[in-house]
């Protein structure tokens, strides 16, 4: 996987009609954010988590430094 297809994501819950996500820590309390590593499918397109659930920008960074924001 090269480098440059790496990408940071932050994703934040939220509640739907039809769908939701939930963000929460190790014991449920509710988290502004989680932090993912995606890269892009070479077919689709679509970017595809590949690492989650850091809690911080912070966290993910120091992990996957060569992750672009």
Do not use: K
Request: with cysteine; charged share 20%.
């Amino acid at each position: 996987m090269a480098d440059h297809e790496l990408y940071i994501v932050e994703v934040d819950g939220f509640e739907g009609e039809s769908a939701s996500i939930s963000v929460t820590d190790a014991d449920g309390a509710p988290l502004p954010a989680v932090y993912c590593i995606a890269r892009r499918n070479d077919t689709t397109g679509v970017l595809q988590f590949v690492d989650y659930g850091y809690t911080s920008l912070g966290e993910v960074r120091a992990a996957w430094p060569q992750a672009q924001l």
